[in-house]
Each structure stands twice: as C-alpha cells, then as structure tokens.
C-alpha cells in the first residue's frame, strides 16, 4: 500500500504565486521565475542564468521564504558583495522577511547576535561572503543546523566567480564544492547573470552541479541600445554624449586604469556634471561615501575601474560608457547590464581605438598564463573585437556569442544609422605590403605609427633613418586619413591578417589570413568613417518624460509628490529610494489615483506589508497633491 498523499497540501506553484503577491506585490511570475522558483521549493539544484534586472533574486528569496515556512529552516545566500547584502537586507525588512547578513562591517557584539538569531532559527535569509562561509566558525554554525535538517537551500550568487575564464574570477569560490558534500539533501542554486559556454562549464564542474537543472534565460536586454564608435578625443566624446543625452541622469563611466577614472572624474565635474571617482586604490571609507551617493541621490554619475559595479541594483541608470574597451564580451555584457534595469530606455556607450587592441594584446601576451589559456582569452578578445568592428545588428552579434539566435534589433546604432561600407581590400594589401616590405629591407619590425607615416608618405627621422622613403609603398597611401588607416589596420588586427608581437613597441607582423589577401584569394570591407555622425537617439527631454509620458498634468504632479516623499523615507531608513518604492510603483499609484486602503490592492510593488507600512502616507501624498493641483 503506498504513503498517503496529503490532499490538502499546497502546491509549489500555488505557494510561490502567494508569496510573490502577498511579499513582494507582484501579480505573476516572468520568463522562467515560476519553473525555476517551484524547482527549488521541490528540493532541486539548478543553474540559472538570467540577464541583469531579469529577477534573479526571486528565484532564492521566494523559495527561502516558502521551504521556510514548511520548517526547512534558513537560507544561506552567498555573495561577494557587502554593498548588494545590505540592499538586499534592507529591501526585505521592508517586506517584513527576517534577514541578515554577516560580513567585515559588523561589530564582533553584532555579528554574534545574528549568529544567535540564526541558531534560534529566528532568520529566513542570512548572506554571507565566500570567505566568511568557509571559516570554522561558521561551518561549525552549519553544522548544528544541518544536523537539526534547519537549512532550506544555498543559492550562490554571481556564481561566474568560480570560473577562471570569467570576468570576476575569484579562487575562493572554488572552495564551495564542499557544499555538495557537507550539506547532502540541501537544495543548491547557482545564480550569474553573464557566462559563455566555458565558463558554464567550469560553473558546473567546481560547484559539482553535474546532475542540476539548467535554466539559461534570453540574454536580451531590448531596453538597451549599443552604441560604440571609433575614439578621438574620447574625452570630448564622452561630455558630449551626457550632456547632450544625458544631463541630470545616473551613468556609470568604466576606465581601465586608476589615474584615468581619476581624471575623467575631474574634467565631467569641471563641466557641470555631478561626478564621482571609485577604484581599489581609494581607501575604502571613500569608496563607501561615493557608493552611497550613487545608490541614494538622483543624477550621480559613477567613474570607476571594474573594481565597481558588481551587485550595484540601482534600476534608474540610463547609461553605461566605456572609455576603453573591456577584455571580452562576459565584461561588456555584465557591466551595459548595469543600465536600464528598470526596463526604461537606457544607452551603453563605447569609444575604442588601436591603442586598446595594442594593450589587451600585450597584457595577455606578457601575461603568466600558460599558453592554452592564453589562446582562449585572445578568442575572448577576438570576439569583442568583432562585436565593436560589425557593420550589421550589434545586438545579433552579441546574443550569437551566448548561443543565442535573433533577428536584427533596430535599436542599435548599426541598425538605426547602417554604416556605409566599402571594399578596403587594395588598402589592405598596400598596409600588408608596407609591413611585409619593412622585414625585407630592414630585418625588423615596426609599430603602427612608423607604418602609418610611411603609408602617408611622412618624412620623419626614423623614416630616413631605415630609408624607407626609398619603399614602393611609400606615399602610397597619401590620399586615406590616418584615422581611415588606423580603422583598417584595428580591423586587420581583429581578422589575424595582422599580428602585435610582444614586448614593449608592439611591433606588427603578418599573420596567416594576410597570405589570402595579399595573393587577391579574400576579401575586406570597412565602414566609412565620417567627421561625427549624429545619432538617431531620443532627446533628453524625451528620455527624462518618457516613464510618465501618458500621465496627464494632475498624474504628473502626483508622481513628483510621490517621489520627494519617498526620498523623506529613504534618507530616514538609511536606503536607496528604489528599495522603499521603484518608479513603476510611483506610476501605478498616480495613474490609479487610489482614495482608500483597499484601492492599493493590486498596484505592482506593493505587498501587504508595504500598504501596511506605508498605505496612509501614500494615500495622504496623493490626496494633498490632488488638492494642490485643483
């Protein structure tokens, strides 16, 4: 005879739907929430994948809450990042779910609080950092609770840091295979918003999730337009762009050096712009004061190194530029994931030259790496190189790189202003001539700007001093700029016809595929490059009324009534405004205009402790901001 089966038990579904609307205030799952979520509540492992602002973190924190309630005890959340620990656990005391976290910024008397309140399993959540879970301390903590059957689930988050091909490698991740041993039956779920097929790889294998379901979502972010055009004076470039797009809005600025962040940050706020550096080298209070002004005040622009961003759940930014360009795709994708998690237009900027190929080549070419490894981060490159080279869909490019097929966008600048393109392959066989030439007269090798010159027919020192005014190929080129040349040679680089040698004056070589070129067997084609071509981009005024736009005049004014009132509670809360109510939900009231309790039912972002917490205050903003606009 089998086990009875208790008829009356919810199902996972049905228990996660509850949650999602009574918690957080939300009607309905998105994408794959729902699968994921139930599989979780059910006891499974899984890795998820799911771009930035996709709701990852639903995908732990309503199982915690659900496996919790069925007496499964807490959920341990693993994070590298103290600034994403205490959003997260401030955003859920505001929900009303027992959380907290334990890191390097609390106090010894603190930390042993929470520790206590975690024996009494008085907690639902606890995030820890990856070092900090693998102290003894804390596994002996786990251990009682293990032994009790009071740990509901893991969830690994940013679990790309495991993979030493991803972008934010971080080898104490690595110790976190130990979870499958040490805590057998304990749900686990791995969480990143960014890995290619390697580093997925590598994610399964060192978290020893071989038999987990995979949930890989859609890397799209539609909202999102890619810009990225040729660097020359990116300085102009870049002040142009905010101001002209962008004035008052929260971006991120990202710079590859600290004396660049420094000095970009200096110059945007000489301009007027509300600037801000952030890099490893600034002492961490610092650091800390310019982060809380970024995630708490309007229209901060971030100028930083990679060293920021990562956990940074700010959904109002509107863009993200580089100023130089990243190592590979996994870096791009996750930091333009930084913009537009509102779901609000939003722009990812990009100015790159010949210098950054020159420089990430010699990086990983005088890097450690063994020489495997070494040809899979020049891939990495290569594939970046092609994305920022494309004359088609941006956006076609960049999902193809994840194994995603699309159809092209019309919502980038490739698709918007489709490039003029021409035949390059004379100028690229006249370049492969010259650096052919070099080596035949001279026995050496020369960098670009010795190339560039003699193509144009300059006559400088070092060109008398070789005689290579005395070349065929010199003056050849006289009648193509050298900012066209440049672009060519970028892209003879991208293509491999051209090769940087190492060391320190980046010297070029021919590569393979420059044998097909030069015997006329391949072909090449480059973009035309003009002065400044202007961009088919909403104007700031559009992009500044675009979430309230269909609001009338009365809705308008309540919106803004509504919003200075939320930055009252945040600053009083010591939280960023998004967490009390985002944007959305300050739209829906307006529009909805609700007079009573009851009428805030059903309004998205407000669950039943938010219209506990806040619902009169909420309803006496609107009515005095009705009466005042009377």
Request: aromatic content about 6%; glycine content about 8%.
């Amino acid at each position: 005879m089998g086990a009875a089966v208790n008829l009356s038990a919810p199902d996972p579904l049905s228990q996660a739907l509850g949650t999602l609307q009574t918690v957080f205030g939300f009607e309905s799952f998105r994408g794959p929430q729902a699968d994921i979520i139930t599989h979780v509540i059910d006891g499974g492992d899984a890795l998820v994948l799911m771009p930035t602002g996709g709701g990852k973190s639903l995908c732990y924190q309503i199982p915690a809450i659900v496996r919790q309630q069925s007496g499964h005890g807490v959920a341990i959340v693993i994070s590298p990042l103290i600034a994403l620990m205490h959003n997260q656990v401030g955003a859920l005391h505001e929900l009303g779910v027992a959380a907290a976290f334990l890191n390097s910024t609390l106090t010894f008397e603190d930390a042993r609080d929470i520790e206590q309140q975690l024996l009494r399993g008085e907690l639902t959540l606890l995030y820890v950092a990856p070092e900090r879970l693998t102290t003894p301390r804390m596994m002996a903590l786990l251990a009682q609770l293990q032994a009790r059957q009071q740990i509901s689930l893991f969830a690994i988050d940013e679990a790309h840091c495991v993979s030493q091909w991803g972008h934010d490698f971080r080898p104490e991740y690595r110790a976190l295979s130990m979870l499958h041993t040490e805590f057998p039956g304990v749900p686990r779920l791995a969480l990143t918003a960014t890995a290619d097929a390697l580093t997925r790889e590598d994610m399964v294998h060192h978290l020893a999730l071989t038999t987990s379901r995979q949930f890989i979502s859609s890397f799209d972010r539609p909202n999102i337009r890619y810009r990225i055009t040729e660097k020359r004076d990116a300085m102009a470039q870049l002040l142009a762009f905010i101001q002209t797009e962008f004035d008052g809005d929260a971006g991120v600025v990202y710079c590859q050096s600290r004396r660049r962040v420094e000095e970009v940050a200096e110059q945007l706020a000489r301009a007027g712009v509300n600037a801000l550096p952030y890099h490893a080298g600034m002492d961490a209070e610092t650091r800390r004061v310019h982060q809380d002004r970024f995630l708490r005040e309007d229209g901060v622009v971030m100028v930083a190194t990679i060293a920021f961003g990562m956990g940074i759940d700010k959904p109002d930014v509107r863009f993200v530029a580089h100023m130089d360009m990243p190592k590979n795709i996994e870096g791009y994708y996750q930091e333009t994931g930084r913009a537009g998690r509102d779901g609000e237009p939003a722009v990812a900027w990009m100015v790159y030259g010949l210098s950054d190929v020159v420089n990430q080549r010699r990086q990983i070419d005088e890097g450690l790496a063994n020489e495997t490894f070494k040809r899979g981060l020049r891939a990495k490159l290569d594939a970046l190189l092609a994305l920022a080279e494309a004359t088609d869909c941006r956006r076609v490019h960049l999902l193809d790189y994840f194994g995603e097929t699309s159809q092209p966008c019309g919502n980038c600048d490739n698709c918007l202003m489709p490039p003029d393109v021409v035949d390059a392959t004379e100028n690229a066989r006249k370049l492969l001539s010259t650096i052919y030439r070099f080596q035949q007269v001279s026995g050496t090798a020369f960098g670009s700007g010795h190339l560039l010159d003699v193509l144009r027919g300059k006559v400088t020192d070092r060109v008398k001093q070789y005689q290579h005014e005395q070349l065929s190929t010199f003056g050849i080129g006289a009648d193509v700029s050298e900012a066209q040349w440049r672009a060519l040679l970028r892209q003879l680089v991208t293509s491999g016809a051209v090769v940087i040698g190492t060391g320190d004056y980046a010297t070029l070589h021919l590569g393979e595929p420059a044998r097909a070129l030069l015997r006329g067997e391949s072909r090449i084609h480059q973009r035309v490059m003009v002065a400044q071509r202007g961009q088919k981009a909403a104007t700031k005024t559009k992009k500044a009324d675009a979430l309230v736009a269909n609001l009338d005049a009365v809705g308008q004014h309540v919106f803004g009534e509504l919003k200075a009132w939320r930055s009252e509670v945040a600053r009083a809360h010591d939280l960023p405004a998004y967490v009390i109510f985002n944007n959305n939900t300050l739209k829906a009231l307006a529009e909805a205009l609700p007079d009573d309790i009851d009428a805030l039912q059903g309004i998205a972002g407000l669950g039943a402790k938010k219209r506990e917490a806040y619902g009169e205050e909420v309803l006496r903003v609107i009515k005095g901001s009705l009466r005042a606009a009377a």
